[in-house]
């Protein structure tokens, strides 16, 4: 149970150029579902919190204009990442909570899906 | 400012052996922390959770202690296996369930 798909796994795209990155619970509803980047050899940094039905909570630097959030049903969010520049490129890994199955806490992470913008 | 520290170095054991990570946290009082381990090109896997108000907490080969009076938790992996090399990362839990990561470290076990 609580198994996370990401949908690229991994995209190439051209400079200016939109790129929309799917998150899936399979097997649970998640009310909360979390993007994160991660640079090589670097922490997981969170971009944004997104509830389902409700606008997402963008974290401190991060441009909403710029990586848009969708979180239309209980089992799906998306990021958008709009005009992408080659610093966009990254790991971008989402993750949902699943408060029924092992607490609060507990966030299971998609696969991740690498983005080469060039 | 607030930190999470895990040594950057990686760590070399030979199989067999325990491994012991660190997690050192400055400026943070986490209700909890959490231990899961990635591998390359992957997303982080759950290992294990402890609360503030735990010592010490045990799955199969694992045990992570988290001491809220040093700012540090400690995981251990005994009996390691080649197949636990990978990158094993921190996370605190703060104020509505937000998780902020460490780095990680890198752990390499040799047969």
């Known amino acids: 149970g609580a198994v996370v798909s990401q949908h690229p796994s991994w995209v190439i795209c051209k400079s200016g150029t939109s790129v929309k990155i799917e998150c899936r619970s399979l097997?649970?509803?998640?009310?909360?579902m979390f993007w994160y980047r991660q640079f090589p050899k670097q922490s997981l940094m969170l971009m944004a919190t997104s509830n389902e039905g409700s606008k997402a909570t963008y974290e401190q630097g991060v441009e909403k204009d710029k990586f848009l959030i969708n979180h239309a049903s209980l089992t799906l969010s998306t990021l958008t990442v709009t005009s992408a520049h080659p610093e966009d490129s990254s790991f971008y890994i989402c993750s949902a909570r699943a408060p029924g199955l092992a607490g609060q806490e507990t966030q299971y992470f998609g696969p991740g899906t690498r983005l080469l913008v060039l | 400012s607030q930190k999470i520290e895990q040594n950057s170095e990686a760590l070399n054991i030979q199989e067999g052996k325990t491994a012991t990570l660190t997690c050192n946290y400055t400026n943070y009082s986490p209700a909890y922390l959490q231990w899961y381990r990635q591998d390359p090109g992957r997303g982080p896997v759950f290992l294990l959770l402890i609360r503030e108000n735990e010592k010490e907490k045990r799955k199969e080969r694992l045990k992570v202690t988290f001491d809220t009076t040093l700012k540090q938790s400690l995981f251990h992996i005994t009996a390691s296996q080649p197949a636990d090399s990978a990158t094993y990362l921190c996370?605190?839990?703060?104020?509505?369930?937000?998780?902020?990561f460490g780095a990680g470290t890198r752990l390499f076990v040799k047969a």
């Open positions: 996370a605190l839990g703060t104020g509505g369930f937000k998780t902020i």
């Open positions: 097997d649970f509803q998640a009310t909360t």
